[in-house]
């Protein structure tokens, strides 16, 4: 079966760092994407990874362990903008099979 | 550049009547997808397509909802009848072929079947 696991809320405060985790479990594994998505708003990429190890882009990182089936989404210097739900995608089969199963979503709430 | 469009923004019918959702993907790609957004149950892939061949569809919930690709910068999402529990925000998405590509997300369609 696949499944998917976050956190479904978490609170930090304004400049702190937050970690967000997911683990999975699919029936194949071909890279991992996280997507923020605002109240009422598509959602938006953030991030992939498909080798194990940690992929910084600016205020936002995220580390995957295959062995593990386990990533997390880290966001520094939290602003009051990034209150948002941030969900964890995996794509489980290979070649043009770009299909991508989504986690329900971990909402954040950042305080000022 | 246009993103994904969606139309309607919002639609409210009444239970039993068609309803049909429209998507333009981004021009030059070539993969297409239908997701359905609730609380209860996140984000769920219906459809998708490749080069407008229906490539996945064991998403799609029952014999009442059908999709189409004619064409690579159009596709149609419809359900017949519709009941109130398909209430949800419908969105599409695309992207290229290949895993490594991100999605790219339409605004959505708000429905609301009463």
């Known amino acids: 079966g696949q499944n998917i696991d976050q956190p479904t809320e978490m609170t930090a405060t304004e400049g702190a760092i937050v970690q967000i985790n997911c683990t999975y479990q699919t029936s194949g594994f071909n890279g991992l994407f996280w997507y923020q998505q605002h109240a009422g708003e598509a959602p938006t990429f953030l991030s992939y990874?498909?080798?194990?190890g940690l992929e910084e882009k600016g205020r936002f990182s995220s580390f995957l362990s295959r062995s593990k089936g386990y990533s997390y989404l880290l966001l520094k210097e939290l602003q009051m903008k990034d209150s948002a739900s941030y969900l964890c995608?995996?794509?489980?089969?290979?070649?043009?099979?770009?299909?991508?199963?989504f986690g329900t979503g971990t909402l954040l709430a950042v305080q000022p | 550049d246009a993103g994904v469009i969606q139309s309607p923004r919002h639609e409210v019918t009444e239970m039993g009547q068609e309803v049909t959702l429209r998507c333009k993907p981004i021009s030059g790609h070539n993969s297409l997808f239908w997701y359905r957004q609730t609380m209860m149950r996140g984000l769920e892939l219906l459809i998708y397509?490749?080069?407008?061949?229906?490539?996945?569809d064991s998403g799609m919930p029952e014999d009442r909802f059908s999709a189409k690709m004619p064409n690579a910068s159009f596709s149609t999402l419809k359900i017949q009848p519709s009941e109130p529990r398909d209430s949800a925000v419908y969105f599409c998405?695309?992207?290229?072929?290949?895993?490594?590509?991100?999605?790219?997300f339409g605004p959505g369609t708000r429905l609301t079947v009463t």
């Open positions: 397509f490749n080069n407008n061949v229906p490539i996945d």
């Open positions: 990874n498909v080798l194990d």
């Open positions: 995608a995996v794509r489980s089969g290979g070649g043009a099979t770009n299909k991508l199963i």
């Open positions: 998405a695309s992207s290229l072929v290949g895993g490594a590509y991100e999605q790219y």
